[in-house]
């Protein structure tokens, strides 16, 4: 194998602290027990001294890293006809609406919602015919599907490449809002857009691997270490698909077996003539907290002072006064990309300049928590989601609930957040005389509950925590093998004449995710991370929502990157 000669990072290495998390919430009697005693919280401070230079000692700069194998990368990056076929191969995986709900059934070939699976199954082999002639597919989870490319040294650790075939669903009342119909992969070549359900979140990813790896092929590519590209079929929702692709993964090659992990998530933005990439290092935690409220029914004629909504309505009118503390430190992703893109001039804020140079901490956080577009980053969010309660106008609601949602800050955990609720919970329970419960999972009732304060004729509060997830590891960057050639191959990638040519300023900095991916699954496989596709990222792509559309530019960007990619590492790693 060779050594990265061709690559030189122009930064120092140093290390990034993270004790690493647990998924799984513990047991209910230890959570509880161990709201008691919640460590204190270290405070990081950083100082500057006073120049925007100063802000990060050359954040963001790393040298290009030479393609190891370029047979069809100016075929991919500049021929016309080429990006056409890649994006009417999209466009065909966006006319099969793979729509994923809540509440949709386990996977089962007679149900309608999963022979759309098995129809863009067949669609890909016809696709990517020399990808299923030459790579191993099967069947995970249900619909989830996990291609294996055989390397030729089976002591080198496979790499991983990541993404969902399920999309949101489109809901019908809001088709005709739409300016091409949801599921057309309508192409308009004069605005180089590809409208359509899953073009930017994220059928744009699974057809950048596969195609890929297809040219790669096709090249004649034969990689020495193995790769598998890993396939979701319910991301959107339970992300049970992703679970057993994983165990999958796992039982085979074992835990800490994988070299490294690309998914969905960073990709590549335009600011101002200059590339800022941010490879999302670490992801938010996650809790939802389901709140019922119980307390004696009667006739609505002769009612107490405060009914059970009435009651619930004063516990979240607390609860959102109370927002949670914004925490700036240093091993925060988000601050590195606050740094900089405030210092190459993507972020343009005066006072968040300021606060940089000056090294003040305290101000920097005021400044942030005004930001809605910054302060989620470095502080945990609560939404009241949805609410319930009541059957009828002249009965007296015998019980309220309402869901609060939690993104847990990377300082944070689910026990420090349940600590945040059950405050608010317990104030209110004392001030209206209720019992409080707490249980966990969808399923369990209040037979497995953990009891707090005893029932009261008045009433309980039964706390029910759902998808308890702690906050992600953080992935390795500086010093790291695996993010150098993430890092070096984006930058010699966008200094190609297609993108920004060999004078642009192409900038490589750690991100953060507020939501999660299916790779919540896998930190079992390895600690090296990275949800990033290599594309570049158009503003407006409407996930989610009416009119979600990607850039035929973005989509054969990343196709160039993952072709990059794949055999940058096969060729520049020299780790196991």
Known sequence: MRRMSDYQPLREERAFLQKKSKRVLPALVVAIGAIIGLASLTVYKFSYTGDKKDICTECGIYGPLKPAFTNSLDEIMYDSEYKRGVIDKLAGAIQIPTEIFDDTPKPSPDLAVWKNFQNLHIYL????????????VENAGGYGLLYTWKGSNSSLKPLVLMAHQDVVPVDPNTVGSWTHPPFSGFYNDTEDLIYGRGTADIKDMVISHLEASEKLIKDGFKPKRTILISLGCDEEASGACATDLAKHIEKRYGRDSIYA????????????????????????????????????????SVPPDHTSIGILSKLMASLENDTYQILVNETNPAFDTLKCFTKFGAIQDKNIEKHLIEGSIEKLEATLDYKPEFKYLFKTSQALDVISGGVKANALPESATVLVNNRIALHSSVNET??????????????????????????????????????????????????????????????SEVWNIIAGTTVSMYKEKAFGGKEANVYVTPALSTGNTDTKSYWN?????????????????????????NSGRSLISSVAFMYQYISNVDFYSTES
Not at 528 to 548: A, P, W
């Open 125 to 136: 082999e016809e696709q990517f015919p020399l990808l299923y002639k030459t790579l191993d």
């Open 525 to 549: 496989l390895t600690k090296k991370i990275y949800r990033y596709s290599g594309g570049l990222l158009i503003d407006g792509t409407n996930e989610h929502t009416v009119d979600e559309k």
């Open 261 to 300: 992990i690309l998914d969905e998530g960073g990709g590549v933005v335009e600011r101002n003539g200059s590339f800022f990439a941010v490879p999302v290092t670490a992801e938010k935690g996650y809790l939802d907290a389901e709140i019922t409220l119980f307390a004696p029914g009667g006739h609505s």
């Open 418 to 479: 349940l600590e945040h609720i059950l405050l608010h919970v317990r104030d209110t329970a004392n001030r209206f005389d209720l019992g409080i419960k707490v249980l966990s999972g969808r399923d369990a009732t209040e037979d497995n509950s953990v009891s707090l304060k005893p029932d009261t004729v008045n009433g309980r509060i039964v706390i029910k925590l759902l998808d308890p997830l702690e906050p992600a590891p953080i992935s390795p960057t500086i010093g």
